[in-house]
Nanobody, 114 residues
Framework: QVQLVESGGGLVQPGGSLRLSCTASGSFFTMGWYRQAPEKQRELVARITSSGITDYAASVKGRFTISRDNAKNTVYLQMNSLKPEDTAVYYC???????????WGQGTQVTVSS
């Protein structure tokens, strides 16, 4: 019954920007974004609690900003100064205070290329 709907992916040149959005069908303690490139493991990009505590991967710190609107059950990822190594499928993630279960969006493609 839980659904996470993502939007905002696409093709952008190096140095450009994109904003990803994800809306959940319920409220969750932690929401965030993971990414997976071909032949690589899925990795954490950023996450945020309902109170605004954030965590970022070292590779995106200072370039990406995560935020959320609790009233809308929506999390955002503003991506600036994009690099080719940011190319991946980005997945929205949500989980309750009890940590499990763990819910995932369908994934949205982000491609950074000139």
């Amino acid at each position: 019954q839980v659904q996470l709907v993502e939007s905002g992916g696409g093709l952008v040149q190096p140095g450009g920007s994109l904003r990803l959005s994800c809306t959940a069908s319920g409220s969750f303690f932690t929401m965030g974004w993971y990414r997976q490139a071909p032949e690589k493991q899925r990795e954490l990009v950023a996450r945020i609690t309902s109170s605004g505590i954030t965590d970022y991967a070292a590779s995106v710190k200072g370039r990406f900003t995560i935020s959320r609107d609790n009233a809308k059950n929506t999390v955002y990822l503003q991506m600036n100064s994009l690099k080719p190594e940011d190319t991946a499928v980005y997945y929205c993630n949500a989980r309750p205070y009890t940590y499990n279960p763990n819910y995932w969006g369908q994934g949205t493609q982000v491609t950074v290329s000139s």
